[in-house]
């Protein structure tokens, strides 16, 4: 079906420049506690509510320093986008997250911190454990109000923050009323008052008269616990650092049940996200502050794991499925190290392969010239990727000639793009500051990125391009490094600066990452394309190797490479080969459209069967060999049954559909090979090449 475009400029409507648009004629063992709380600039947090609840502060190291000179030569956009925020002065904006609705647009907007959903209300709050129901394309847990609090508030705004929680503020004017704590992964929502008062229950409470009192509505249950305070009917008279915290009760619990969760809903003020990498796994760690190392109400994603922590054999409905009650400290998981890579395997090739491919990269090499790039940043960035990989094949072929044109082609478009003072003088193809938003921005911006969407899709392509070029090029790493260094910080900064945000996108809860920057949705955030956030982290790893950014466990290679291997494991488990058992009335393979508040078969852009598959895969970098094969050949299969039902697949996609189906076995990839021969130029992706795409199938075949 078509909608307006899925993080794309709200005004802006499907058209044939959609980004997916088609073409025209090392083991490590080492171990980084990230910055997350990317909360202050160097100097300390001025605004209202930002000392109360203080983020950790970034540390004015000398590469900092030096990429604050470096952004400062770039210059700044004209105008920001990103109007009024409820933001304490010294916040970096938190764009791309999951909670990101609280902060831009003319209201808050509901958010989703699984399992609940939590909203701003006219004077406080609501919470509630979201209904779960799928259609044949939908599976759905919207935003719901089952238990609330009254604050007598006129205004909210985000006060602190990490990767995974978010602390909102609530006044009366200028006076701070308290402060409520939500995290991804936890039930709890804790609230704080900064001064003694009272505040109300917007369901009545059925209280014990020892400081818990339990809350019905919407056939849910929740508990509520209250430290430093006394309930007394519906109003609950709280001293100052009083605290009440909510839990919803599971379906199925037993008082003795109820009564441990109960003994855990433990006041929550942040969490802390670690993250190594040893024995071919990549490891996250985060850490649930509840006071002094207590253990608190966990919820690890289905398919995540249980390590560490006490489980109650309850469980939570969730858009992902089941998601086991327990307690602890830490949700824990690790994944396979998916290894950075941009270079297939042609070694096995027959001679007569070897010749039909050199024949057809001299082809489409000879049609590249300058007017082969597009001059935004998506189009422009797919352009160049497409050509960095034609370079690739030409020097595996040993076509000399071939492959020192097309360096210089996409050489003289990088300088472009990398030159530090480029939007001095143009307006395209070149990078600019947003000195609101901690961010660059690509000139000309295309389908809302000076709003901060996709990122991370857009960026990803030019450091992939910048990879291969610069791989054997010591002059090109040193020309390059500032700007491309930036363009890497931008989505990737291991850590808070005072210029980017630690993490931009990526969110290591749900091991995905998000692409509207600013969220302006009542179902939460959202991602539909997994395929190019995986190629995202390739490229940054990719660059962070050619670059030299490869020691420490904040190099740019480490840091991708555990971008990369989680945003592939996320892939292949809730979008390529989703277990949908709890959901058997959705009829579809594979979830496209991934939001905090539900899950679609859809995307933004085309109706087509072909496009919710089509737009998981693009673009097939060869690291994708390495997870979109999720369910063998026989969901490869399933996938493509609905996604060509009639076996056509000269249609958009169909060239990464045919480089899918060469996966599933070598019968497969021979019929894959033919059809890929006879595919029209239309239909071949501005990301891709006919000889890439031969050159994949024929490794396969």
Not at 125 to 146: D, H, M, N, R, S
Not at 479 to 496: C, G, K, N, Y
Not at 635 to 659: H, W
Request: proline content about 5%; glycine content about 10%; some cysteine.
């Amino acid at each position: 079906m078509f909608r307006l475009p899925r993080s794309a400029r709200r005004d802006q409507a499907p058209d044939a420049r959609r980004r997916v648009g088609v073409r025209r004629a090392s083991r490590l063992s080492t171990s980084v506690t990230v910055v997350t709380a990317v909360a202050m600039l160097v100097t300390a947090c001025t605004g209202p509510g930002g000392t109360d609840h203080p983020g950790e502060t970034t540390s004015p190291t000398t590469n900092g320093a030096a990429q604050a000179r470096a952004v400062a030569g770039l210059g700044d956009v004209a105008s920001s986008k990103a109007g009024a925020m409820r933001l304490a002065d010294g916040l970096l904006p938190p764009t791309n997250r999951w909670f990101s609705g609280l902060v831009f647009g003319a209201a808050p907007q509901p958010v989703f911190p699984s399992p609940i959903s939590w909203q701003v209300t006219d004077d406080g709050f609501a919470a509630g454990l979201p209904t779960v129901t799928a259609t044949e394309k939908t599976i759905a847990g919207g935003a719901t109000q089952q238990v609330g609090l009254d604050l007598g508030a006129t205004s909210t705004l985000v006060s602190a923050y990490d990767s995974v929680s978010v602390t909102v503020e609530h006044r009366d004017g200028s006076t701070v009323l308290g402060h409520t704590v939500v995290a991804e992964g936890s039930p709890l929502v804790t609230y704080t008052a900064a001064r003694a008062g009272t505040v109300t229950a917007t369901t009545p409470i059925d209280g014990t008269g020892d400081g818990t009192g339990t809350v019905t509505s919407g056939g849910r249950t929740w508990q509520l616990v209250v430290r430093d305070g006394t309930i007394d009917g519906d109003a609950i008279d709280l001293r100052s650092g009083g605290s009440v915290v909510l839990l919803p009760v599971p379906d199925g619990a037993t008082a003795a049940q109820t009564a441990r969760l109960v003994a855990a809903a433990r006041p929550l003020t942040g969490v802390a996200l670690d993250r190594s990498a040893s024995r071919g796994k990549q490891r996250t760690t985060l850490t649930y502050d509840f006071g002094s190392g207590d253990r608190g109400v966990l919820v690890p994603q289905p398919g995540q794991g249980t390590t560490g922590l006490e489980c109650t054999g309850l469980h939570y409905e969730t858009v992902q499925g089941p998601a086991p009650v327990c307690t602890g400290t830490a949700l824990r998981f690790a994944v396979d190290t998916v290894r950075p890579s941009d270079t297939l395997d042609l070694s096995g090739l027959s001679s007569a392969e070897r010749a039909a491919l050199v024949t057809q990269v001299r082809a489409d090499a000879s049609t590249v010239d300058a007017s082969s790039y597009a001059a935004d940043s998506y189009g422009g960035g797919k352009d160049l990727y497409r050509v960095a990989n034609l370079y690739r094949l030409a020097t595996q072929l040993d076509l000399a000639s071939v492959a020192d044109a097309l360096k210089t082609s996409v050489v003289d478009e990088l300088d472009q793009w990398f030159d530090l003072a480029g939007c001095g003088t143009r307006t395209a193809r070149c990078f600019a500051y947003d000195p609101t938003l901690h961010g660059l921005v690509g000139q000309e911006a295309s389908f809302g990125s000076d709003e901060f969407n996709d990122h991370h899709f857009h960026y990803g392509y030019v450091l992939s391009a910048a990879a291969v070029l610069a791989a054997d090029d010591p002059a090109l790493v040193s020309r390059w490094r500032t700007v491309a260094d930036l363009v890497a910080a931008d989505i990737a900064s291991p850590e808070a600066t005072a210029s980017f945000p630690a993490l931009r996108v990526y969110d290591p809860y749900v091991q995905h990452s998000w692409a509207s920057g600013f969220s302006p949705f009542a179902d939460g955030n959202n991602q539909e394309s997994s395929s190019e956030a995986v190629s995202a982290w390739n490229g940054v790893a990719l660059w962070g190797a050619v670059s030299g950014s490869t020691s420490g466990s904040s190099s740019l290679r480490s840091v991708g490479t555990w971008l990369l291997s989680n945003e592939a494991a996320s892939a292949a488990r809730d979008v390529l080969d989703p277990d949908l058992s709890a959901f058997p009335e959705f009829r579809h393979r594979v979830v496209s459209l991934t939001w905090g508040g539900k899950r679609d078969h859809a995307t933004w852009f085309s109706a087509a069967a072909a496009a919710p598959a089509g737009i998981e895969l693009i673009p097939m970098p060869a690291v994708a060999a390495s997870y979109v094969d999720a369910g063998g050949a026989a969901q490869i299969r399933r996938v493509l049954a609905e996604a060509v039902p009639d076996g056509r697949y000269d249609v958009q996609f169909g060239d990464y559909l045919l480089m899918y189906r060469a996966l599933a076995s070598r019968a497969d990839a021979a019929t894959a090979l033919r059809e890929a021969r006879a595919l029209p130029d239309a239909v071949v992706d501005s990301a891709n090449s006919r000889s890439y795409m031969l050159a994949w199938i024929m490794s396969r075949a």
